[in-house]
């Protein structure tokens, strides 16, 4: 089947950065959330990247135009029915995804052939599948941030996977110019499985006074040559979506021999969420923890 229209459901961080990289190579993109300021808010981000691939040069301001034009931000999911294939980029939240994939399968029951794929760092693709009469078609297809530089897809299988769907997703993302690796399903995949213990025990290593937070990111970015270090790359990722994923790990069990999430993560912030932003933020907020 040939594919030229994408739904991406959620226009946060991910959802916009999936939908900026399909409109940029050509394709149609449905970019569904729940409120509108949620979709203005995507679509200005989408805006501001093409402007700095323009800066660049690595786009005309020509492209830009035409792939905010391929760009329909919708707020009734109806709208993805014409949609070949569909990726949900919502909250890492299960109820959030299971309520989603469920209205996916109904809205698509005319189209049985349309594959429904999720971004998840952390919730078994197998899980989701279950919830859909289509399991064979449900499929991991876990982008990277900021997604449009980013090159790595993790093509993830669940166990009903067929390898159609898993040749079909694997092609997308070629033609995205993405690099697709393939990954079975397993708490955290590869990534986040080998990735969430060393950001949690870099938290551990401040938590513990071992070294201050600079200290620790400066030992990984001149010992290990990582571009940033881990406590920025948590702060980057947002620590509100890590614990989403440590406890992800969690449920999942098998697999996962990290010790649970530092206190100060899991802790209420006024905001609402963890959202600490900088080492500076972790240095203060370790500090008062730990006196
Ligand atoms: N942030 C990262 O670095 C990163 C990397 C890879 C994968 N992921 C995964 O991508 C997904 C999205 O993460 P994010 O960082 O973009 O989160 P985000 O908080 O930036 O965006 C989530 C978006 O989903 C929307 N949403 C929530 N419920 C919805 C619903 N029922 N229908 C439609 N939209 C809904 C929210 O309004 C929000 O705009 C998660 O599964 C996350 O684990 C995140």
């Known amino acids: 089947m040939a594919m030229q229209r994408v739904g991406v459901v959620g226009a946060g961080t991910m959802g916009n950065g999936i939908a900026h990289v399909f409109a940029r ?26 402007d700095r691939e323009v800066a660049k040069n690595k786009i005309t301001v020509g492209d830009k135009v035409s792939t905010l034009a391929r760009i329909t931000a919708v707020l009734d999911r109806a709208k993805l029915a014409d949609c070949d294939l569909v990726i949900e980029a919502a909250t890492e939240k299960f109820e959030i995804k299971a309520e989603i994939f469920r209205e996916l399968d109904r809205i698509m029951k005319p189209k ?65 110019e993405k690099t697709p690796v393939e990954v079975n399903d397993a708490p ?26 600079e200290a620790v990111d400066e030992v ?24 989403d994923i440590m406890r992800g790990h969690h449920a999942g069990a098998a697999g996962w021999a990290g010790r649970s999430e530092i206190p100060a993560l899991s802790a209420p912030h006024q905001d609402g969420g963890c959202g600490l932003a900088g080492t500076q933020e972790w240095a203060r907020l370790l500090h008062l923890l730990v006196g």
């Open 25 to 50: 190579s050509g394709f149609s993109v449905v970019l569904c959330d729940v409120e509108q300021r949620f979709l203005d808010r995507g679509l200005d981000t989408i805006a501001k990247n093409l």
């Open 112 to 176: 049985p052939e349309v594959i429904l794929a999720s971004n998840t760092s952390s919730i078994s693709i197998t899980k989701i599948g279950a919830l859909t009469g289509r399991a064979d078609r449900v499929i991991g297809m876990h982008f990277f941030n900021p997604v449009p530089v980013m090159k790595l897809v993790e093509v993830i299988r669940g166990l009903a996977t067929s390898q159609a769907t898993f040749e079909t997703v694997r092609e997308l993302a070629l033609k995205l």
């Open 188 to 213: 955290g995949f590869v990534s986040n499985r080998v990735l969430m213990p060393l950001l949690n025990e870099a938290m551990y290593a401040v938590m513990e006074g071992v070294a201050t937070a």
């Open 220 to 243: 990984f970015k001149l010992g290990m040559a990582h571009p940033m270090g881990p406590l920025t790359l948590a702060d980057f990722i947002g620590l509100d979506v890590c614990l």
